[in-house]
Nanobody
């Protein structure tokens, strides 16, 4: 059974940084497109950033306008890990962050990790 294990969330002051990690137990991680999404209380889940597979989809990255220039998504295919480096955090970044990996009909989600930005 595929598992995505997220870590790195927590409480941080405005202007601070956090790095989220997501380890995926898929056998062919290099073929998967990966992404981070978030859901704030009372709001719908929204895309934060995606990174396409370099093998199947050109390896491009995509960001929500609200995080461009502050967040960076990256992947380590050898470690089957997706990262989200979050800098200059704002209170509006407070949410549960979810890791997602997908390839063809395979679509997997992590359990979520809480990020709270508050002074």
């Amino acid at each position: 059974q595929v598992q995505l294990v997220e870590s790195g969330g927590g409480l941080v002051q405005p202007g601070g940084s956090l790095r989220l990690s997501c380890v995926a137990s898929v056998s062919t991680f290099i073929l998967y497109n990966v992404g981070w999404y978030r859901q704030a209380p009372g709001k719908q889940r929204e895309l934060v950033a995606t990174a396409a597979s370099g093998v199947t989809s050109g390896g491009t990255t995509n960001y929500a306008n609200s995080v461009k220039g502050r967040f960076t998504i990256s992947r380590d295919n050898a470690k089957k890990t997706v990262y989200l480096q979050m800098n200059s955090l704002k209170s509006e970044d407070t949410a549960v962050y979810y890791c997602n990996v997908y390839f063809q009909r395979n679509d997997y989600w992590g359990q979520g990790t809480q990020v709270t930005v508050s002074s």
